[in-house]
Every structure is written in structure tokens, then in C-alpha cells.
């Protein structure tokens, strides 16, 4: 059970997330560094989608990621969905991690990553988990979806989804923003369930029929809202059918989950992991053709829980990465058709 104390570190590391993304939204481009050397540490770690992986430093995360970012999505404004904190499962329940999910929304002005601006509206899908030590964020996992905004200026790099994709929405019950102190024991309970859905789902050994297997831990009308390329799909039956039969059957030679972090609290918890997994296409995948070579899926996983099962789950995977491990880059190919 958490104590008062922890309680109250829970809310003093979401407060100072909360102050962290407040001054990167209000920072001008080539402020960001200072934002980020405010409220980092000296070892900061930072892990990102392809094409920018680990960065060390907060000087590496605004001159790779945020500045340019910025520049190119101007009035950058930044929509939360989802927000809480917990104890770290992975490491023993020592470390504090917040997590945070939305959009970043701007103005697609200028270039970035070769993706050609629109002059419009544009959405990035993002998710991301700080670890807080000391008053300090000290690493930081950032998922963004770049397909889905690639997909906005007119570019679908995977036309064979085999889901709908849609702009991603937050939680049915609007109450992921977990600002306040939430009972321990809710917290437990949806981390448990997490776990026993990753015993279940996470291994593909579970013996049972499909849906059989989804029902032990989903809800019957649950909504699973993956990234572009895979698509959003409602029921177990749908999604059954329009994801996870399908993407079982392209992989062979799935390894054992790995996670980095995983938490939760209240009705939320989620995870992370660099990579969560490796399995090789050999059934082909997302219209590539069947492959030996193993791919890496880095993958954020936000689940929202209600009465005794999963009912919603937000899903980043770096698509990107898996797909330049059998040897198409797809950002190459925009700089080149530039």
C-alpha cells in the first residue's frame, strides 16, 4: 500500500512534468535547451522513434528533436489525454515514473524529416514516460506516430492496413487526466490486470481459441487504437479479426516481453519497452514480403480499465525502425523524392 509520502512524491514528480511540458510548449525553438537543462539531469537520457533513437543530454534532445519539431509546427500547442504517475513494476516498484498522452497540434509551416508542410492543421500522436529522481527528470521515453502525420500531408506509406485509422481520441470516460491523488489500491488492481492480460496475450502460448484468450482480460466492446499502418478496431471479435489474427500470422519466432518501465494508476497503467519484442515476418507484414530478418517493436501501450477488464488501449510502435530493419526507410525516400 502507498504511503502519504509516496502519495505525495507521486504528486510532486507529476507537478514538476507538468511544469517541464508547460515551458517546452511556451519556449520559443531555440529556447527549448534551457528548458531542458532546467529540469533534466546531467545524465539525461532520452529515446525516441527513427530516426532519433537514444540521445544523450539535453543539448542532443533541442537541437535534434525539439527545435526542429517546432520549427516546423508552428503554435505548437500540446492536448493531453491521459496523465498519471506510479512506481516502476520492472526495477522492483523504486523508481517514479509520469506518463502523459495526447496530440501536439500546430501549423505544418516547414519541413521536418523530409515530410513537406501543408500549411495546415496538423496532428502528431505522441505518448510519453519520464522517470523523475531528485526533483529531476532523469530519462525520458517519447513515442510519436510520423506515418499518421506523414498520412495527413497526403503520403500513406502503408496502404494495406488492416484497421481503420483514425485521428486517436482519449479515454470514453474523459477522466484520464489523473492531476490528483488516486487510491493505491485502484492503481494495484489495474496493474494486476495489465499483468495478467501480458501472461495471456503477450507470449501467443496461451493454448486458448483467440477470442477465448482476448475475453479472459478484454471487454467485450473494447477499443484498441493503434498507430497508422495497423488502424483502430471496436469489439474483441473485430479486433481478432482485423489485428491480432492477422499480425500473429505474419510473425514467427516471437521473443519473451521486455519492458523498461511499467505502471499504473487509477484506472490507468501502461508500458514501455526498447525493444518490447522481436519477431521475424516471415508470413509478410504491412505489404512487405515475407522475411528471415527480425524486427524490433518499440511500443507504448496506455490501457484504461473498467469493471474488471480492459476496456481501451492507445498503441505507439515504431514502424519506422521495423521497416528499415528488413531495409526500406521510408523517411529516406521522402528526402528523395524532395
Request: proline share 6%.
Given at each position: 500500500?502507498?504511503?502519504?509520502?509516496?502519495?505525495?512524491?507521486?504528486?510532486?514528480?507529476?507537478?514538476?512534468?507538468?511544469?517541464?511540458?508547460?515551458?517546452?510548449?511556451?519556449?520559443?525553438?531555440d529556447?527549448?535547451?534551457?528548458?531542458?537543462?532546467?529540469?533534466?539531469?546531467?545524465?539525461?537520457?532520452?529515446?525516441?522513434?527513427?530516426?532519433?533513437?537514444?540521445?544523450?543530454?539535453?543539448?542532443?534532445?533541442?537541437?535534434?528533436?525539439?527545435?526542429?519539431?517546432?520549427?516546423?509546427?508552428?503554435?505548437?500547442?500540446?492536448?493531453?489525454?491521459?496523465?498519471?504517475?506510479?512506481?516502476?513494476?520492472?526495477?522492483?516498484?523504486?523508481s517514479?515514473?509520469?506518463?502523459?498522452?495526447?496530440?501536439?497540434m500546430?501549423?505544418?509551416?516547414q519541413?521536418?524529416?523530409?515530410?513537406?508542410?501543408t500549411?495546415?492543421?496538423?496532428?502528431?500522436?505522441y505518448c510519453?514516460?519520464?522517470?523523475?529522481?531528485?526533483?529531476?527528470?532523469?530519462?525520458?521515453?517519447?513515442?510519436?506516430?510520423?506515418?499518421?502525420?506523414?498520412?495527413q500531408?497526403?503520403?500513406?506509406?502503408?496502404?494495406?492496413?488492416?484497421?481503420?485509422?483514425?485521428?486517436?481520441?482519449?479515454?470514453?470516460?474523459?477522466?484520464?487526466?489523473?492531476?490528483?491523488?488516486?487510491?493505491?489500491?485502484?492503481?494495484?488492481?489495474?496493474?494486476?490486470l495489465?499483468?495478467?492480460?501480458?501472461?495471456?496475450?503477450?507470449?501467443?502460448?496461451?493454448?486458448?481459441?483467440?477470442?477465448?484468450?482476448?475475453?479472459?482480460?478484454?471487454?467485450?466492446?473494447?477499443?484498441?487504437?493503434?498507430?497508422?499502418?495497423?488502424?483502430?478496431?471496436?469489439?474483441?471479435?473485430?479486433?481478432?479479426?482485423?489485428?491480432?489474427?492477422?499480425?500473429?500470422?505474419?510473425?514467427?519466432?516471437?521473443?519473451?516481453?521486455?519492458?523498461?518501465?511499467?505502471?499504473a494508476?487509477?484506472?490507468?497503467?501502461?508500458?514501455?519497452?526498447?525493444?518490447?519484442?522481436?519477431?521475424?515476418?516471415?508470413?509478410?507484414?504491412?505489404?512487405?514480403?515475407?522475411?528471415?530478418?527480425?524486427c524490433?517493436?518499440?511500443v507504448?501501450?496506455?490501457?484504461?480499465?473498467?469493471?474488471?477488464?480492459?476496456?481501451?488501449?492507445?498503441?505507439?510502435?515504431?514502424?519506422?525502425?521495423?521497416?528499415?530493419?528488413?531495409?526500406?526507410?521510408?523517411?529516406?525516400?521522402?528526402?528523395?523524392?524532395v
Amino acid at each position: 500500500m502507498e504511503t502519504p509520502e509516496i502519495m505525495a512524491e507521486f504528486q510532486s514528480a507529476k507537478q514538476l512534468v507538468l511544469a517541464h511540458h508547460a515551458g517546452l510548449d511556451a519556449a520559443d525553438p531555440d529556447a527549448t535547451g534551457q528548458i531542458l537543462a532546467r529540469d533534466t539531469s546531467p545524465d539525461y537520457l532520452w529515446r525516441g522513434y527513427y530516426p532519433f533513437g537514444e540521445l544523450p543530454g539535453h543539448e542532443a534532445v533541442a537541437t535534434r528533436f525539439w527545435q526542429p519539431l517546432k520549427t516546423a509546427l508552428s503554435r505548437l500547442q500540446r492536448r493531453d489525454d491521459i496523465f498519471f504517475a506510479g512506481r516502476n513494476q520492472i526495477d522492483g516498484f523504486e523508481s517514479i515514473w509520469v506518463v502523459s498522452m495526447g496530440h501536439l497540434m500546430g501549423l505544418f509551416d516547414q519541413p521536418w524529416l523530409g515530410i513537406q508542410p501543408t500549411g495546415k492543421l496538423a496532428l502528431l500522436r505522441y505518448c510519453t514516460f519520464h522517470r523523475v529522481e531528485g526533483n529531476r527528470i532523469t530519462e525520458t521515453a517519447m513515442y510519436f506516430d510520423i506515418p499518421h502525420l506523414m498520412a495527413q500531408t497526403g503520403h500513406r506509406i502503408f496502404p494495406n492496413q488492416t484497421a481503420q485509422h483514425l485521428v486517436q481520441p482519449g479515454p470514453r470516460t474523459h477522466d484520464g487526466l489523473l492531476y490528483d491523488v488516486q487510491p493505491a489500491k485502484t492503481g494495484q488492481v489495474t496493474l494486476d490486470l495489465i499483468n495478467a492480460m501480458i501472461t495471456d496475450l503477450g507470449q501467443w502460448q496461451s493454448g486458448l481459441p483467440l477470442e477465448e484468450e482476448l475475453a479472459r482480460t478484454w471487454a467485450d466492446d473494447m477499443l484498441w487504437w493503434g498507430p497508422e499502418g495497423i488502424g483502430a478496431t471496436y469489439t474483441i471479435e473485430r479486433y481478432a479479426k482485423q489485428h491480432s489474427r492477422p499480425f500473429r500470422s505474419a510473425f514467427t519466432d516471437r521473443s519473451a516481453t521486455g519492458h523498461i518501465a511499467r505502471l499504473a494508476e487509477g484506472h490507468y497503467g501502461g508500458f514501455f519497452g526498447w525493444p518490447n519484442f522481436t519477431a521475424r515476418p516471415t508470413g509478410g507484414f504491412m505489404g512487405l514480403p515475407p522475411s528471415d530478418i527480425a524486427c524490433e517493436f518499440r511500443v507504448i501501450d496506455i490501457y484504461r480499465r473498467e469493471a474488471g477488464k480492459l476496456a481501451e488501449n492507445w498503441i505507439f510502435i515504431d514502424l519506422l525502425h521495423s521497416c528499415k530493419m528488413q531495409g526500406i526507410d521510408h523517411l529516406a525516400q521522402m528526402t528523395t523524392e524532395v
